[in-house]
């Protein structure tokens, strides 16, 4: 056996097939590098999907979860502790409203199901959201998540929530017209990015704003993904100049540690009361210390290098040979593909040294940490373009 082999049974032996046997183990990583258990290095175009803004083993979370864990591991939520105030303060500050509130979960779902549990707090029922939309994988965010397959083994899931086609702002008046003072909610994400990175087009978001405006319901974003830096602004929604009531975060804003968070801002920061919604978890210290590294890492001058790096980044995926459209902002990039061999090429790309991912057959999605250099952008472009040919080969060869 190889010890790739060895690696993947006592994989197989050990851990529920919750996600297929991972063709690869990874080691160690450094930047936008990161080493297999056999020392093959690859170029990190993925950062554990969408994760490790800041890229593997950056110095200020190395050093800022090492010191909060020596000094102070955990609290629980009946005590407090200034790692999680100092992140509350910064999101705070960058979301730009005195009223905002933050609670923190230890993950997206999590964030998704607090939010979901607030907006039934205003005392109405319905809550809208997109079909092919993905919002996790706990009953609730379950329940918010447009997408068939996934939900049909755990029906019934918590009622109330009705779809709209992700862009139609007409299909989504005429839900809310059926009974406008029962919408608790509107959730979408400003960017598609389970379902192949699919922006929503232009004005949808100021739609939803407007729509939200006139029946009372909250307008929830859902910046899981898109959020902390990703697509070159701070929050995804900022592109179209909006201001949610709620907005969900995980992770990007951990750089690998598990955190999420909820924001709210107005009535909706005050609808959680003692009692209402918790996790053992939540703001704890060590995650809240490399949350900290992150978000003082993450400034405007940062976020302005985001969208230079993904604009170059797009302009050579565009180059490449069986690209057909690049989509997406910032680093957050879909390269759509002349035909279905996503899959392959992300097989292809292990062998040649880039990680990437296949959110559809005919989609590659680019997530790279936020610090990923030009030359390493310039390498990893020539291994996924070897990666595309190799694809090609073998789908004309079978
Ligand atoms: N929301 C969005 C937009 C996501 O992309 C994801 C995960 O991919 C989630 C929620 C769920 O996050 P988690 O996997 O941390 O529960």
């Not at 923190?104 to 029922?125: D, P, Q, V, W, Y």
């Not at 809240?288 to 993904?310: P, Q, S």
Request: charged share 20%; glycine share 12%.
């Amino acid at each position: 056996m190889t010890q790739s082999d060895t690696a993947q049974s006592a994989w197989n032996a050990t851990l529920m097939n919750t996600y297929g046997t991972p063709p690869v183990t990874l080691v160690s990583g450094k930047g936008a590098h990161a080493t297999g258990e056999d020392g093959t290095d690859y170029i990190d175009l993925l950062a554990g999907i969408a994760v490790n803004s800041l890229g593997h083993a950056h110095p200020a979370i190395v050093e800022a979860v090492s010191n909060q864990i020596g000094t102070l591991g955990h609290v629980s939520n009946l005590f407090g502790s200034t790692p999680v105030v100092a992140a509350a303060e910064k999101l705070k500050a960058r979301f730009g409203d005195e009223s905002a509130r933050l609670f923190f979960c230890n993950s997206g779902g999590e964030a998704n199901e607090a939010a979901f549990k607030l907006a039934r707090l205003t005392g109405r029922f319905r809550v809208l959201a997109a079909v092919h939309g993905f919002h996790g994988r706990t009953m609730g965010s379950l329940a918010l998540t447009g997408q068939p397959e996934k939900r049909a083994p755990f029906e019934p899931l918590p009622a109330g929530v009705e779809f709209f086609d992700y862009g139609d702002l007409d299909a989504v008046r005429a839900l809310v017209a059926e009974n406008p003072s029962e919408v608790a909610a509107i959730i979408v994400e400003p960017i598609q990015g389970e379902t192949g990175v699919i922006p929503a087009p232009e004005g949808f978001l100021t739609g939803l704003r407007e729509i939200c405006d006139e029946s009372g319901a909250l307008l929830l974003i859902d910046e899981v993904q898109t959020g902390i830096g990703r697509t070159g602004d701070f929050f995804a929604f900022q592109h179209e100049g909006i201001w949610p009531d709620v907005v969900t975060m995980a992770k990007g804003l951990g750089g690998g540690l598990p955190i999420g968070a909820v924001l709210a801002r107005g009535k909706a920061a005050e609808l959680f009361t003692p009692g209402s919604h918790g996790t053992t978890f939540g703001g704890n210290p060590v995650a809240c210390a490399a949350a900290n590294a992150v978000l003082d890492t993450i400034d405007d001058d940062f976020l302005a290098e985001v969208r230079r790096k993904g604009e170059k980044l797009a302009e050579g995926l565009a180059a490449i040979d069986g690209v057909r459209e690049v989509r997406g902002r910032g680093l957050m990039l879909g390269a759509v593909l002349d035909a279905p061999v996503a899959k392959e090429a992300v097989a292809a790309g292990l062998k040649r040294g880039v990680i990437v991912n296949a959110p559809s057959a005919s989609v590659l999605r680019l997530t790279p940490p936020l610090v990923i250099t030009d030359e390493e952008i310039d390498t990893a472009l020539e291994r996924v373009a070897l990666a595309l040919r190799d694809a090609a080969e073998q789908q004309e060869g079978n």
